[in-house]
């Protein structure tokens, strides 16, 4: 009897992350190659990237010196140990990152995705704790509307209600502060005036568990994933100051912030704000090889360099942890972004993107506009009892009409790679205007 598979077209056996699966493959939407800011799909077409793929690749795409650094050294070490064993492209990429970093980040584990580094970040945390004999500590304070990532920890700690709710009893411990999403702040340009006050609430959460068994609180400084959100003026600070009277770690998760997305390396140097901890991925190796990082100061790291030296001393990593190719790839990422000077070239373009956003304002369905760097959000008026939908088809149009975009719930995400030119600032704004005045 022949067996039923697939032919090579079928789009049965690929089930898509977070993806309407039946709708993609009753119409997809493909893409087959990509340079620069442009994709061309399947039918020849070609889409301007509005989003840098997913958040992640900064300096545009099929850039040459990543290519190459890839391909060379593909064939000179293509893999090695990652447990007692090393090789050189690691230490150096480990070294360039602590370069790019706030003074006091010393140190980089590296992890394959935002999610392994969140988890990293997690762990490094409360073992951090017990290593100085406070094993109390293993409590850990996220954030409502939070995302960091879709592992355990992640979701634990992420305040995003359908990333959990089908996932049965997660990590103990967890406590949530309030968003910092205030009616008050619509149409705020840059940082929002009004909510510092919110970072008291972890004043709240301490005294109801006792600073003695918290170990870290972690945050995104601008939220991503769940609308574009601004940290309002003096809330990072106000966290900061916090963690350190407590003793609590503070997390950032930079996993979209980091990489030049705000206009400086890393969101701690542009709040300047730092933490004991950064969670990176995404735009470290531009998107083109998996790959994280958690950067620690030396005081967390230090820490744990106590015992026999012939002894482990942090139980945790990744076969693929600074692999040879991701080193690679991340190593000639990092020279782009220097030698195209692109975080000065994205903090000299966000004031275009600002206004061109803003021009928004009077385009039909949209009830708010935030914007950072190059990261943008507009939100719309959900269809009534149909949340997601306005938004999903605007997505859908936005495509066929030639930008990519991205939607969470209602609201229309942008984060073009740093290379994009006020023409194309133009193009993307000025289509997503006929987007919006075409939907119901
Ligand atoms: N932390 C943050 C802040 C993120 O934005 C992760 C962790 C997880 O990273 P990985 O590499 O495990 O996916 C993310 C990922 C979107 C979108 O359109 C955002 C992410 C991923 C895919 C889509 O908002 N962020």
């Not at 205030?182 to 109801?208: C, F, K, M, T, V």
């Not at 963690?243 to 990489?259: A, N, P, Q, R, S």
């Not at 140097?269 to 991925?281: E, G, I, K, R």
């Amino acid at each position: 009897m022949a067996l039923d598979r697939p032919t090579p077209n079928d789009l049965r056996a690929f089930w898509m992350p977070f993806t309407a699966n039946r709708q993609f493959k009753s119409s997809p939407r493909m893409f087959v190659s990509a340079k620069d800011m442009h994709y061309t799909t399947a039918e020849g077409r070609q889409v301007l990237d509005g989003t840098a793929g997913l958040w992640c690749c900064n300096a545009g795409h099929c850039r040459p010196r990543i290519t190459e650094a890839v391909a060379k050294q593909v064939g000179e070490l293509d893999y090695a140990p990652a447990f007692q064993m090393g090789h050189p492209v690691a230490f150096e990429l480990a070294n360039r990152l602590v370069d790019l970093a706030p003074d006091g980040i010393d140190h980089a584990f590296f992890t394959n995705s935002g999610s392994e580094s969140v988890e990293t970040a997690l762990k490094i945390a409360i073992a951090y704790h017990r290593a100085r004999g406070d094993g109390a500590r293993t409590r850990l304070i996220g954030r409502e509307r939070g995302y960091h990532g879709v592992n355990f920890g992640g979701i634990s700690v992420g305040g995003i209600v359908n990333n959990r709710k089908m996932f049965g009893t997660l990590l103990g411990g967890v406590d949530h502060m309030p968003h910092t999403h205030l009616p008050d702040n619509q149409w705020s340009r840059g940082q929002p005036e009004h909510g510092a006050h919110l970072a008291d609430e972890l004043e709240r959460i301490i005294a109801l568990h006792g600073a003695e068994t918290i170990a870290a609180c972690i945050v995104e400084p601008v939220a991503g994933s769940t609308g574009v959100l601004i940290p309002p003026k003096g809330y990072l600070e106000r966290l900061r100051e916090i963690c350190t009277k407590h003793g609590i770690l503070l997390i950032f998760d930079e996993v979209i912030t980091g990489f030049g997305r705000l206009g400086a390396p890393f969101a701690a140097q542009y709040f300047d704000v730092l933490p004991d901890m950064m969670a990176t991925a995404k735009g470290l190796t531009n998107g083109v090889i998996p790959m994280g990082a958690v950067l620690t100061t030396g005081a967390v790291h230090d820490a744990f360099m106590q015992g026999p030296e012939h002894l482990i001393e942090l139980f945790h990593g990744y076969t693929y942890s600074g692999s040879p190719i991701a080193s690679a790839a991340g190593l000639a990422t990092l020279e782009t972004y220097a030698e195209e000077d692109l975080f000065a070239r994205c903090a000299g373009i966000a004031p275009y993107w600002e206004e061109a956003l803003h021009s928004l304002r009077d385009a039909r369905h949209v009830i708010d506009i935030r914007n950072m760097g190059l990261i943008g959000a507009v939100e719309l008026e959900p269809i009534a009892g149909e949340p997601t939908k306005r938004a999903f088809n605007a997505f859908l149009k936005a495509y066929e009409k030639g930008i990519l975009i991205r939607t969470t719930g209602d609201i229309i995400a942008m984060s073009p790679p740093l290379i994009i030119d006020r023409a194309q600032v133009d193009q993307l704004v000025g289509t997503l205007r006929e987007v919006l005045d075409s939907l119901d």
